[in-house]
């Protein structure tokens, strides 16, 4: 298996988008797979659409309802997937331990060995170490995951977000953002520093270019002085700075927070946000993390003279829950909020039955969009944060 796979890696140097499923399936047939196909998910986390192989059939090229096929239970679950007849199995495709999407492989006529299950682990896996590195300038698979145009502020904005999820064995952080084709002022941001994972959820005012050009303004403020070694006060106090002297009058509200993924400590500052959530044992702790908000960022409220910090400590498998108000302010038809009890029981629900963050994320956004009848008045974004020590030692 060691010679195939180095020859994809040295092939795929020079490999297009185009070209890049049909390396994959040579590189298969070499492994004794006779037939792969790669397929990606939408942004929105309900198609898996397969990436452009010369030989699609038409059934193939419409793609996979992730709630409704085989190869979506793989890319939900994370797990391979067979048929019952062992004809064809779907391999996860995982960055990390972000979803990119699944690996569908016909199965020899004489079953699948054990070897060959592992031969296409490790080919999904190299399939999405390509996918991601060759994303960043082929906009081909940049619209392969894409069912609609966007717009130009959601343009800018998701040129600037991270990936949707990112972890270690001590912690889990998972975001999602909905309208994700017209998203406006909402934006999130997740990185590690060593042991201390950041955290910042931001919601600009407005819904229009300027508002995404604020919020984008405060994510590149937040980074810069998070990596030139600031805390978080002087994140708020720079975020703030740059907002009054170039986006003026463009209010900004942010959730900025820090977990020692070492020992448990949370650590924040909220500027006019709704506050955040603690779910421990299948419950929301009320007004575990709920303190006086300070306010908001742009008017240069804090810029001399930063809030203080907040903190608790958490217990092992932990889940802090961040979000806009446009999850709680929500509406239906006829009129009823979405509200933070819905909000908090659809998460309780959907990890109760052992989904993880990035799952529990996607069943809960497919949730308000259907309340709301897929068509939402203000931007909803959602961060999930898992403390979960216990794996290191598992």
Known sequence: MGPVLAWVLE????????????????????????????????????????????????????????????????????????TRDGDTTWFPMVDGIERIGVMQALTPATGTPSGLREAGRALASLASLLV???????????RGQRTRPMTLQAELLWAFLPPRTIGTDLATSSAVLEPAYDIGGDAFDHSFIDAILHLTLVDAMGHDLASGGASGAALAACRATRRSGGDLRDIVATIDRTLTQWIPDRLLTAVIAELDSDQGDFTWINCGHPPPLLIRDGHVLQNALERPAHLPLGYGFHTAEPPAQEHVRLQPGDRVL??????????????????????????IRSTASGDKAPEALRRLVQSLLTYHQHHLRDDATILLVEWHPSRRAH
């Open 322 to 347: 961040l979000y806009s108000d446009g999850i709680t302010e929500a509406r239906s038809p006829e009129g009823d909020l979405f509200g933070e009890k819905r909000l908090a029981d659809t998460v």
């Open 132 to 142: 991601v590195s060759k994303s960043t300038h082929h906009d081909r698979l940049i």
């Open 11 to 82: 092939r795929s140097h020079g490999a297009s988008a185009r070209q890049l499923a049909g390396v994959i399936g040579d590189a298969a047939r070499r492994l004794g797979i006779p037939r792969t196909r790669l397929y990606l998910a939408d942004l929105q986390q309900q198609r898996l659409l397969p990436l452009p192989q010369p030989d699609l059939t038409p059934p193939e090229r419409e793609g996979l309802d992730v709630d409704g096929s085989l190869g979506g239970l793989a890319y939900r679950t994370q797990e391979v997937q067979s």
